[in-house]
């Protein structure tokens, strides 16, 4: 049986180009353009290896108003086999609670899946909560921070990357894997591909085609609540400069500054 | 059977154009760019020259994004503290425009957004490798090992055609016919422009200009235009004299044109909203590879057409042209005896009898002198002593012109038999 992979996707500004406004502290998105959020990318990629290496159907999905259509074909163009759009007003404004439960009927609604990749966080918002989420909803086993997965006999191999170390987990699918940024080399469209996604097209479902009644979902249904945002103090750099062949002055300098410890023995 | 009746490499002016011509005559077509979104990869300084748009796009002066019509054409001969300029302004202009500055970002995305919708199959994004041949014969293109299959293909991929020249039907560009061209868009509000530049809304100005100050001699032609809230200026130098003088750099160029005492105070509290540069094709006509061949076209500035006089640089309406063109002979190849070299020679036939190969025949060998130290280095001195005796009052008695202009040449080092005979010559190919 075809292995049966989801990839979870989101559109997000560029975070070269957003700002905080110094006057009410909030995200000026206006002078950005949209992408693809970067852990996605190396999502994609990782559900593409195990599709290289077993065969599978990857369908790539997203929770977006109609903007999000290119970057679904694009998703298409690398590779993946179909894509779906959940788009409806009544989840505008949803957080990541009911983006999780939007996101996970429409899984279910596509029937038999065997593994989820997500990216670690998205960089707009970087909660990292809807793979998880998502998992949870699905009542699916989960490994987060995946450096690199391979699949074995219904289960998922993932590396992952902690701050103690890495970690190697086995869990039976179905699975929730969140990948993290720049993990791998997400692969190029190719013009044949790109052909092929714009004659297919992609898939809308709105909520209702997932199962969902409406109060279930948006801003009202959303339990996160913004209070208010401050900015990042910017850190002065000392801009002190070393002779690289002063190695033992750089040293001391990071130790006595207490960036660096001195080790035990 | 092909996939598709035609395929297009390169989504700017002549490709856009050649595929909606192609649409137009319901053919299937594919249009390939590697930007995306279309335009982003672009440099182009800006001025929209004629009516060759309205080929396939009656109504594009009501459509099209265009910035300000040119009211006001300049010609500019700069030292290091004068400027000697001709500044032509005409009412005749308001009633036939004739040139429009355009932003090549927002102008690429217009043109592509009208052939999706006028039914062309765009593709964004990817890169074509090079033609696929079946014996001699091309057969569609290549691109990651995939083969699209089309009956004919219109390259028009720009200045630096490397499919072309990966594809081997033409030689790699030489030094002598390229020139580095350096952009920067500068931001200014709509009503300052207005205001130095002596406009009235929607009017606008272009300006040519001989840099003869630059550090080290070094030979660079500068532009400048006015868009609704931006100026385009920039320099092209040619890249021969770029190697010869391996200390220059182009943005130092375009730094010394900004900086000029008559460039500065245009520009002044203005904010550099990009920068850019790329190649520009000035080797005119010998320089031109074969244009057609069985199954394939070359188009726009991938096949050279650009043209430059000194006094105006052009280019994007010879693309149009060129691509109209090159659709046209496969629509009428396909009525006919179908797609081969023999039905598409006609291509060079339609650009000899039309302006495109009719211009660069007619001024074949103009780069000698655009390119010539004559202009570069000799005219501007000589033209600013000339102005300086003519209206610097020095307390010295007065002197007749012709007195002026011998002590003038004289200071130059040009022999007046020289100058003579470079005068005419260039008089002869302007």
């Known amino acids: 049986m075809t292995l049966e992979l989801v990839v979870l996707i989101k559109v997000v500004p560029d975070g070269k180009e957003v700002f905080v406004d110094p006057v009410n502290f909030t995200l000026n998105r206006s002078m950005a353009t949209n992408v693809l959020n970067p852990a996605d990318e190396n999502a994609l990629e990782a559900a593409l290896k195990i599709k290289d290496e077993h065969g599978a159907r990857i369908t790539v999905m997203t929770m977006a108003p109609p903007f999000a259509e290119p970057f679904l074909l694009e998703c298409m163009s690398r590779g993946a086999d179909q894509a779906v759009l959940i788009s409806d007003r009544a989840v505008a404004g949803s957080d990541t609670y009911p983006t999780s439960l939007t996101v996970a009927a429409a899984i279910k609604h596509l029937g038999k899946v065997d593994i989820v990749f997500a990216g670690e966080k998205t960089s707009d918002s970087s909660t990292g909560h809807v793979g998880p989420g998502v998992a949870e909803f699905l009542e699916a086993e989960l490994a987060t921070y995946s450096r690199s997965c391979r699949y074995e006999d219904g289960f998922v191999i993932a590396e992952r990357e902690l701050e103690e170390g890495v970690e190697v987990v086995k869990i039976p699918t179905p699975a929730v894997v969140t990948v993290i940024t720049d993990s791998n080399n997400p692969r190029r469209a190719t013009l044949r591909k790109k052909l092929n996604a714009q004659k297919k097209g992609i898939i809308v479902w709105s909520l209702q085609d997932v199962g969902l009644p409406s109060d279930w979902v948006g801003l009202r249904s959303s339990p996160t609540v913004v209070k208010k945002m401050l900015p990042f103090p910017a850190i002065e750099r000392k801009g002190k400069v070393i002779a690289l062949d002063m190695i033992d002055d750089f040293v001391k300098e990071l130790v006595d500054s207490g960036i660096i410890k001195r080790g035990g023995n | ?430």
């Open chain 2, 1 to 430: 059977m092909s996939e598709f009746d035609a395929i297009v490499v390169g989504g700017g002016p002549a490709g856009t154009s050649a595929a909606m011509r192609l649409a137009a005559n319901k053919l299937n077509v594919l249009l390939v760019e590697k930007a995306d979104p279309p335009g982003s990869k672009n440099v182009s300084g800006g001025v929209l020259w004629g009516n060759s748009l309205s080929g396939v796009m009656p109504d594009w002066e009501k459509t099209a994004p265009l910035e300000r019509y040119v009211k006001s054409k300049g010609i500019g001969f700069l030292t290091k503290d004068s400027s000697i300029d001709i500044n032509f302004r005409s009412t005749k202009f308001n009633e036939t425009k004739t040139g429009y500055t355009v932003l090549r970002t927002k102008l690429d995305q217009f043109l592509n957004k009208k052939a999706k919708d006028a039914g062309v199959t765009v593709v964004t994004g990817v890169t074509v490798d090079r033609l696929a041949f079946e014996g001699k014969k091309v057969v569609g293109v290549e691109q990651d090992g995939d083969i699209i299959t089309s009956d004919a293909v219109i390259l028009a991929e720009g200045a630096n055609p490397r499919v072309a020249i990966d594809s081997g039907i033409r030689p790699p560009l030489k030094d002598e016919d390229v020139a580095i061209g350096v952009k920067e868009v500068i931001k200014l509000p709509e009503k300052t422009i207005n205001d130095r530049f002596n406009l009235r809304e929607k009017e606008g100005f272009a300006g040519e200009y001989v840099l003869g100050f630059l550090d080290g001699g070094v030979e660079a032609g500068g532009f400048l235009y006015t868009n609704k809230d931006s100026i385009s200026l920039g320099v092209v130098i040619s890249m021969k004299h770029l190697r010869e003088n391996n200390k220059t750099y182009s943005y130092d160029i375009v730094e010394q044109f900004k900086n000029h005492p008559s460039i500065a105070p245009l520009l002044e509290d203005g904010k550099v909203d990009e920068y850019s540069a790329r190649m520009v094709q000035e080797g005119g006509l010998a320089s031109i590879p074969k244009l057609y061949g069985n199954g394939y076209m070359i188009a726009g500035d991938a096949a050279g057409f650009s043209f430059s006089n000194g006094l105006i640089l052009q280019g994007m309406n010879y693309a149009i042209a060129s691509g109209i063109a090159a659709a046209d002979t496969v629509v009428e190849a396909k009525a006919g005896s179908g797609i081969s070299e023999q039905s598409l020679s006609r291509y060079e036939e339609k650009l000899m009898n039309s302006f495109v190969l009719r211009d660069m025949h007619t001024f074949k060998g103009i780069g000698d002198i655009t390119w010539g130290s004559l202009i570069h280095q000799k005219m501007p001195g000589v033209l600013e002593k000339v102005m300086l005796g003519l209206f610097m009052e020095d307390g010295e008695p007065k002197k007749h012109v012709n007195q002026i202009v011998k002590e003038a040449l004289k200071s130059s080092g040009l022999k007046s038999s020289k100058l003579l005979l470079e005068g005419y010559r260039m008089y002869k190919r302007m």
